[in-house]
């Protein structure tokens, strides 16, 4: 990892940039921003940040973010995250964000983000941004109850030629083993150069628009996701989104995964959670700005596995632990965490709580090290 450059660790940010309009023009209201510079590393871990009113962790370059315990993040200000990240350098090194309890990610509709403007709840738990992300993983990591998505990957070329393109485009990003519940999205993932198109003319490349630039178009992307837990609340949930991608106006269509239908297990061995019913259209979203190679449309499961990406071959769908009798699809899953070092014993809140699996859990549950699970809860009133 080179040098390090700062340790920040175990600190309590509690109320923290919380004043409307006391904060610069641009970018502002962060709990920790740092960057580290070539070939140096930063190692933000173990701390606690409560009420911030943007980003609550905010970084670019190499290093890790670990074992930090976030909840409402983006208090004042929408379309951000918690953790949110640019500038990653390649290997060796990259970004590894891993074992974060990231709960409760609002948005506020008061305060506009600071770059693009939406009239809609957005906060992501984890936010890739635009800027020159290589190498990064995202694991073993707890989100729930976000207004955008658990995990926001931009694959942005705004970047691949040109004398500002050391590190090429958005590349060769693992998403995996994590858990992910409430939130309106999963895992969106997409090319938000198609809204830079200055920044894109910047790098040499002709591209006049998302629905026909050949020299922009990308027929394969080398992502990862797999192994990951998505659970819903509530019926319009997603998860995935696959948004903003260019065109070359023949009709191909942009993977994610590698070639189309040619890489197997890029995306695999996740478990999907519908306790409203497995119901035809509401697994993903595909939306490509209205160029001809694919529209804008909901697609079911099995599509994604056989019309799309041929992706997902070993992943399942459910509707949960399959117990009869459990409470409303809105309030049966609840999600247990633990935000400490050691391993910890923590009480259910009801006798009849259900694992996903079906097992009856008991009065308590036992979890790793910044570790969570999610119990259904049935009917019983004690």
Known sequence: MGSVSADVGYNYLLDTALEYGINYSDWSNFGINWSSEEGQSFNIHHNVIDKVGYLAISTGGRGNIEKNFIRNATYLYNDGGAIAFDHVQPAPGGLTVKQNIILDCPG??????????????????????????????VTENTVANATRAAVSIDESLMYLNGTSGAYGPNRGHEVDHNTFMGTNIGVTQGDWSTYRFHQVENTGLNCPSR?????????????RVHDNLIYKTKSTDIYHYYLHVWSNGTGAKSSFYGTLGGVAGYSDNNTYVNPFGLT??????????????????????????????????????KTGSGI????????????????????????????????LD????????????FGSQILEQGTCSH
């Not at 699809?329 to 633990?338: D, K, S």
């Not at 079906?358 to 790793?368: E, H, N």
């Open 280 to 317: 035809n259209g509401s697994w993903g979203r595909i939306h490509c700005d209205g160029g001809p190679d694919c529209g804008n449309n909901y697609i079911s499961f099995s599509q994604w596995k056989t019309q799309w990406e041929h992706q997902d071959s070993h992943s399942i769908e």
């Open 324 to 355: 009869a009798g459990l409470a409303s699809p809105e309030e049966r899953g609840i999600i247990y965490y633990n935000n400490t070092d050691q391993t910890r014993t923590i009480p259910t809140q009801k006798s009849c709580m259900y694992t």
């Open 211 to 223: 629905e026909n630039s050949p020299a922009c178009f990308v027929s394969a992307y080398n992502n």
């Open 108 to 137: 506020n509709l008061f305060g506009t983000g600071p770059d693009y403007h939406h009239y809609e709840l957005m906060c992501s738990g984890i936010a890739f941004g635009d800027q020159k992300n290589s190498n990064t993983r």
């Open 358 to 369: 079906g097992a009856a859990a008991g009065a308590s549950i036992t979890l790793p090290a």
